[in-house]
C-alpha cells in the first residue's frame, strides 16, 4: 500500500489549490438534448476541420524569394531539339551573342535527316504533349513549381517509327544538341544555306538554295536553358507552325530568369524563360525586310528567382489544432447557453401570456 507522508500530503493540498479547472459536483450536472446535440455537432465539426488540417499539412507549398544574380562568369547551356521541313545541307544554325562570340552547327549542334510529317502513334503522343504545354503560362516564371505534379502515362519522348513507316524519302531535318552560352544577350538562329564567318561577323550562304526547297514550318520538340529540370515544360516545347508561304520569318523573343530550385527530392540551378512571338512575311517589294528563319533572340534577367518546396513547421500545426478544438468548444458552448436563454425566455413568455388568459377567463 502506498504511504504519503505528512508533508507529502501538505504538498498535494498547495497544489490542489492551485487547480485552475474545478470540478463540478455529479449531481448539480444536468444533461438535456439541446446540449448533447451540440456537443455531437462540436465533436463532428471538430473531427472535419482536424483531418482538413492533417490532409493541408501533408502537401507541401512553394516559397520564392528574389535576388540580384550575381554569377556573370558560368556558362548557361541551350539543350535544343527542333525539326524544319528542309534538307539538312539548305540549313544553317548559330549563336551570335553581344560578346561577339559565334558558335556554329558544326561545333555543338547535330544535325540528321528526319520525317516532318509525323505517324499516327506520333500524332497521338504529340497532341497530349502540346495539350499539356497549353495549360500553362507562356509569360510565367512559376511553372517550375510543378516539378512534382508531372501527369503519369506521358512518355518523356516521342515514339519512333516502326520499320514499315521508314521507307519513304526524309523530307526534314532534326537538330538537336547542347550549346554552352555566355550569360548576356544574344540570338539563336537558323536560316537558308550554310554561314560562313567574315571580319565584319557572319552571313549564310542562301543563293545557292532553291526558292522552292525553303520552308520553315517547324516543330520545337525541346528548348531549354540551364540543367534540365525533371518533369517541367518550358515555354516552347511542343510548338509547331506549318506554313506554305517560302519567305516567312518567324522571331522569338525570350526572357531568361535564373532559377534555383530546392525541393525535398532535388536541388538544381536551372533557368525558366517566358516568351514573346512575332511572325512576319519578309517582302523586299513592299517594305518588310528581313532574313526567312528561325530567330530566337534571348535576354537575361538580372534578378534571380529561388523556388523552395516548405511545408509548415509542426509546432505551427499543434497551434491550429488547439486553436480548431478549443474554438470549437467555446463557440459551440456561447451560441448553446445563447440559445438556451432565448428558448427559455420565449418559454417563460408563453407561459405568462396563457396564464393571463386563465385569469381573464375566471373573472
Known amino acids: 500500500m502506498l504511504r504519503i507522508s505528512k508533508r507529502n500530503r501538505e504538498r498535494l493540498q498547495e497544489v490542489k489549490k492551485l487547480d485552475a479547472f474545478p470540478k463540478i459536483a455529479e449531481d448539480c450536472k444536468e444533461s438535456s438534448t439541446s446540449g448533447g446535440t451540440a456537443s455531437v455537432t462540436a465533436f463532428f465539426l471538430i473531427t472535419i476541420m482536424v483531418i482538413m488540417e492533417l490532409v493541408d499539412y501533408s502537401f507541401s507549398g512553394v516559397k520564392y524569394n528574389y535576388s540580384v544574380d550575381k554569377d556573370i562568369q558560368s556558362k548557361m547551356m541551350l539543350?535544343?531539339?527542333?525539326?524544319?521541313?528542309?534538307?539538312?545541307?539548305?540549313?544553317?544554325?548559330?549563336?551570335?551573342?553581344?560578346?561577339?562570340?559565334?558558335?556554329?552547327?558544326?561545333?555543338?549542334?547535330?544535325?540528321?535527316?528526319a520525317y516532318f510529317v509525323l505517324t499516327k502513334e506520333q500524332k497521338k503522343w504529340w497532341k497530349k504533349f502540346h495539350n499539356l504545354r497549353k495549360r500553362g503560362s507562356?509569360?510565367?516564371?512559376?511553372?517550375?513549381?510543378?516539378?512534382?505534379?508531372?501527369?503519369?502515362?506521358?512518355?518523356?519522348?516521342?515514339?519512333?517509327?516502326?520499320?514499315?513507316?521508314?521507307?519513304?524519302?526524309?523530307?526534314?531535318?532534326?537538330?538537336?544538341?547542347?550549346?554552352?552560352?555566355?550569360?548576356?544577350?544574344?540570338?539563336?538562329?537558323?536560316?537558308?544555306?550554310?554561314?560562313?564567318?567574315?571580319?565584319?561577323?557572319?552571313?549564310?550562304?542562301?543563293?545557292?538554295?532553291?526558292?522552292?526547297?525553303?520552308?520553315?514550318?517547324?516543330?520545337?520538340?525541346?528548348?531549354?536553358?540551364?540543367?534540365?529540370?525533371?518533369?517541367?515544360?518550358?515555354?516552347?516545347?511542343?510548338?509547331?507552325?506549318?506554313?506554305?508561304?517560302?519567305?516567312?520569318?518567324?522571331?522569338?523573343?525570350?526572357?531568361?530568369?535564373?532559377?534555383?530550385?530546392?525541393?525535398?527530392?532535388?536541388?538544381?540551378?536551372?533557368?525558366?524563360?517566358?516568351?514573346?512571338?512575332?511572325?512576319?512575311?519578309?517582302?523586299?517589294?513592299?517594305?518588310?525586310?528581313g532574313v526567312s528563319g528561325l530567330f530566337f533572340k534571348y535576354d537575361l534577367s538580372p534578378i534571380s528567382v529561388q523556388v523552395t518546396e516548405a511545408r509548415v513547421p509542426f509546432g505551427q500545426l499543434l497551434i491550429r489544432l488547439c486553436g480548431i478544438v478549443g474554438g470549437i468548444f467555446a463557440t459551440s458552448g456561447m451560441i448553446h447557453i445563447f440559445s438556451s436563454l432565448i428558448y427559455e425566455a420565449v418559454t417563460r413568455r408563453k407561459k405568462l401570456t396563457a396564464n393571463e388568459g386563465i385569469i381573464a377567463e375566471g373573472k
Open 79 to 113: 539543350h535544343l531539339d527542333l525539326t524544319i521541313a528542309m534538307k539538312c545541307r539548305d540549313l544553317g544554325a548559330d549563336v551570335l551573342d553581344l560578346a561577339s562570340a559565334t558558335v556554329d552547327d558544326s561545333e555543338q549542334l547535330i544535325k540528321e535527316d
Open 138 to 289: 507562356k509569360d510565367s516564371y512559376r511553372e517550375v513549381n510543378k516539378i512534382l505534379q508531372h501527369p503519369l502515362g506521358l512518355a518523356s519522348s516521342m515514339p519512333p517509327r516502326s520499320a514499315s513507316e521508314s521507307h519513304s524519302p526524309k523530307d526534314a531535318c532534326r537538330i538537336h544538341g547542347n550549346i554552352p552560352l555566355n550569360k548576356v544577350a544574344g540570338n539563336f538562329h537558323v536560316t537558308a544555306g550554310m554561314s560562313i564567318n567574315h571580319p565584319m561577323g557572319h552571313a549564310h550562304v542562301s543563293d545557292l538554295v532553291p526558292r522552292e526547297s525553303v520552308n520553315f514550318s517547324h516543330r520545337i520538340d525541346l528548348l531549354a536553358f540551364g540543367v534540365a529540370a525533371p518533369n517541367v515544360i518550358n515555354p516552347l516545347d511542343g510548338v509547331e507552325f506549318i506554313t506554305k508561304i517560302t519567305d516567312k520569318m518567324y522571331q522569338y523573343f525570350i526572357k531568361i530568369v535564373p532559377t534555383k530550385v530546392k525541393t525535398f527530392s532535388v536541388a538544381i540551378d536551372t533557368y525558366q524563360y517566358s516568351v514573346t512571338e512575332h511572325f512576319s512575311k519578309v517582302d523586299h517589294m513592299n517594305g518588310k525586310h
